[in-house]
């Protein structure tokens, strides 16, 4: 599932926006002229070196330069997937917000964002690859970026105990709002770097970024510099080690993102079952339950634990409830607008068709228009995968959403784990992102990677998304919530007699 992908710019997303610089050691009110200020780290996940960050806070004149690079190898089967973040930010001294370019790197793809600050808020203009789009946003003053964190917090001089709260704007995480961010110093406590045990002062932040809490820990010395950071995320811990430039870039060990997230199942399902009943178990403090959908219905037994019933589908139109426009609209990842993907279905004769014979004819065009099923690119839209003609589940659930809204059906991403029976032919449970269309009174499962709009109870729903967001933050945060430390069980089936 190519969703994933999107984990690992989050993850660098979150660096800068976790505030890797917790201080400099100079009068803020008047920096030195040029860079005061360097870091390097060493980015680890569960213990294996998956790449660095690298912070510049540079002095020009009137205005505060920060520099930030991010550098991210994560395995995929016997390949690897190199991500690589670029941002610039400019602060006047006393930390008023002037602009931000932030350059982001997966494979051949690369999404450039322009941020230009106002009185009123920002103007942002995004480009990837041959699509740009710009929006007007408004901000709430009073948000801190990367110098103006810094400075509040050298100026505040926290004590252990004392807390100090901000609102942090990290476009690429969330575009349209800031997020609360707070700080809070824990006191003076060794920590151990390279075997050995070194005094620091402690300091605990909370993101809050959506439904979801993000909690860091921090150890710094007296000057600010970074010690260690640990963040943990699902069931991955993220530790952050200061370091050195050379040390920094060297020596990487990037787990397999793809594999280590499969999820044995207990047995088989059966081909002809109608209906199965799953135990999902999850190790994490689930923050929002597993939804119910027109074919899924949960039943919680605590706070990780679920009781899931799945239905094999069945494609009916019925109903006329209203239903949110922005499931009607294109997006910068849903982007039928464009003439490649008015071409696959205006000769499809849709017209003539009934609604249920309709999404039939769409799964079958997003289907064959993906002639090449793989993982080998990086995440499309649903025009680049019409002229790529290669993708897996993730395009094929993009161009069914752009397909389905350019027929005039609600359409929207879901995604969760699907069966299927891996190279040894174990049963499992995988990762995995398709569309749900709105019938007038639900919403129903249709797969176009598996060719079908009557899916088989195969499918465990745990989040849906308008995909109107192109960083998919919160979807992505969904899913986190499960990655690593989820079990299922097939604990009942029917079948078709």
Request: hydrophobic share 35%.
């Given at each position: 599932?190519?969703?994933?992908?999107y984990l690992p710019a989050l993850l660098l997303s979150l660096m800068p926006a976790a505030g890797q610089t917790f201080g400099v050691d100079i009068d803020v009110d008047d920096p030195p002229e040029?860079?005061?200020?360097?870091?390097?780290?060493?980015?680890y996940i569960n213990g294996s070196k998956v790449g660095y960050t690298h912070t510049v806070l540079e002095r020009q004149g009137e205005e505060i330069l920060t520099l930030e690079d991010s550098f991210?190898?994560?395995?995929?089967?016997?390949?690897?997937?190199?991500?690589?973040?670029?941002?610039?930010?400019?602060?006047?001294?006393?930390?008023?917000?002037?602009?931000?370019?932030?350059?982001?790197?997966?494979?051949?793809?690369?999404?450039?964002?322009?941020?230009?600050?106002?009185?009123?808020?920002?103007?942002?203009?995004?480009?990837?690859?041959?699509?740009?789009?710009?929006?007007?946003?408004?901000?709430?003053?009073?948000?801190?970026?990367?110098?103006?964190?810094?400075?509040?917090?050298?100026?505040?001089?926290?004590?252990?105990?004392?807390?100090?709260?901000?609102?942090?704007?990290?476009?690429?995480?969330?575009?349209?709002?800031?997020?609360?961010?707070?700080?809070?110093?824990?006191g003076e406590e060794n920590v151990t770097v390279d075997g050995k045990k070194v005094p620091s002062t402690k300091i605990q932040q909370t993101l809050q970024l959506g439904f979801l809490p993000l909690?860091?820990?921090?150890?710094?010395?007296?000057?600010?510099?970074?010690?260690?950071?640990?963040?943990?995320?699902?069931?991955?811990?993220?530790?952050?080690?200061?370091?050195?430039?050379?040390?920094?870039?060297?020596?990487?060990?990037?787990?397999?993102?793809?594999?280590?997230?499969?999820?044995?199942?207990?047995?088989?399902?059966?081909?002809?079952?109608?209906?199965?009943?799953?135990?999902?178990?999850?190790?994490?403090?689930?923050?929002?339950?597993?939804?119910?959908?027109?074919?899924?219905?949960?039943?919680?037994?605590?706070?990780?634990?679920?009781?899931?019933?799945?239905?094999?589908?069945?494609?009916?139109?019925?109903?006329?409830?209203?239903?949110?426009?922005?499931?009607?609209?294109?997006?910068?990842?849903?982007?039928?607008?464009?003439?490649?993907?008015?071409?696959?279905?205006?000769?499809?004769?849709?017209?003539?068709?009934?609604?249920?014979?309709?999404?039939?004819?769409?799964?079958?065009?997003?289907?064959?228009?993906?002639?090449?099923?793989?993982?080998?690119?990086?995440?499309?839209?649903?025009?680049?995968?019409?002229?790529?003609?290669?993708?897996?589940?993730?395009?094929?659930?993009?161009?069914?959403?752009?397909?389905?809204?350019?027929?005039?059906?609600?359409?929207?991403?879901?995604?969760?784990?699907?069966?299927?029976?891996?190279?040894?032919?174990?049963?499992?449970?995988?990762?995995?992102?398709?569309?749900?269309?709105?019938?007038?009174?639900?919403?129903?499962?249709?797969?176009?990677?598996?060719?079908?709009?009557?899916?088989?109870?195969?499918?465990?729903?745990?989040?849906?998304?308008?995909?109107?967001?192109?960083?998919?933050?919160?979807?992505?945060?969904?899913?986190?919530?499960?990655?690593?430390?989820?079990?299922?069980?097939?604990?009942?089936?029917?079948?078709?007699?």
């Amino acid at each position: 599932m190519k969703f994933l992908l999107y984990l690992p710019a989050l993850l660098l997303s979150l660096m800068p926006a976790a505030g890797q610089t917790f201080g400099v050691d100079i009068d803020v009110d008047d920096p030195p002229e040029g860079i005061f200020s360097e870091e390097w780290s060493e980015m680890y996940i569960n213990g294996s070196k998956v790449g660095y960050t690298h912070t510049v806070l540079e002095r020009q004149g009137e205005e505060i330069l920060t520099l930030e690079d991010s550098f991210m190898k994560m395995g995929r089967g016997d390949t690897a997937i190199t991500t690589i973040s670029t941002s610039k930010t400019r602060e006047k001294l006393d930390g008023t917000p002037i602009s931000m370019v932030s350059v982001n790197r997966e494979g051949q793809r690369t999404k450039t964002q322009r941020v230009k600050f106002s009185p009123d808020g920002a103007h942002v203009e995004t480009t990837d690859n041959t699509r740009s789009w710009s929006r007007d946003i408004e901000l709430d003053p009073g948000f801190v970026l990367s110098w103006s964190y810094v400075r509040e917090l050298e100026k505040r001089n926290l004590q252990p105990g004392e807390t100090l709260e901000n609102q942090i704007y990290v476009p690429d995480l969330v575009l349209d709002r800031t997020l609360p961010v707070s700080t809070t110093v824990i006191g003076e406590e060794n920590v151990t770097v390279d075997g050995k045990k070194v005094p620091s002062t402690k300091i605990q932040q909370t993101l809050q970024l959506g439904f979801l809490p993000l909690k860091l820990t921090a150890w710094i010395e007296t000057d600010g510099t970074l010690l260690r950071m640990n963040m943990p995320l699902g069931g991955m811990d993220i530790t952050l080690l200061g370091s050195d430039e050379a040390r920094a870039k060297s020596s990487f060990s990037p787990p397999d993102l793809f594999t280590n997230t499969l999820i044995p199942l207990n047995k088989a399902i059966p081909d002809n079952a109608e209906t199965v009943t799953f135990l999902v178990q999850s190790n994490g403090n689930i923050v929002e339950g597993l939804p119910d959908s027109a074919y899924q219905s949960v039943k919680r037994i605590d706070q990780g634990t679920f009781e899931v019933t799945v239905q094999r589908g069945e494609l009916q139109f019925a109903g006329n409830s209203p239903l949110d426009e922005v499931y009607l609209q294109p997006s910068p990842l849903v982007d039928f607008e464009d003439p490649a993907i008015a071409e696959l279905i205006e000769n499809a004769g849709l017209d003539e068709l009934s609604p249920e014979d309709r999404v039939r004819e769409l799964v079958r065009i997003a289907d064959e228009a993906i002639s090449i099923k793989s993982m080998d690119m990086g995440f499309a839209t649903a025009s680049e995968t019409v002229a790529l003609s290669e993708g897996d589940c993730t395009e094929h659930a993009l161009l069914l959403t752009a397909l389905g809204r350019a027929a005039g059906i609600p359409t929207r991403g879901a995604s969760g784990v699907v069966y299927f029976l891996d190279a040894d032919g174990q049963p499992t449970m995988g990762y995995h992102m398709w569309a749900q269309f709105w019938n007038g009174s639900q919403w129903l499962d249709i797969d176009a990677a598996f060719g079908t709009a009557e899916p088989a109870p195969i499918r465990i729903l745990f989040s849906t998304t308008d995909l109107m967001d192109p960083s998919l933050t919160e979807d992505v945060l969904t899913l986190s919530q499960y990655l690593g430390q989820t079990q299922i069980k097939v604990s009942s089936v029917s079948v078709d007699r």
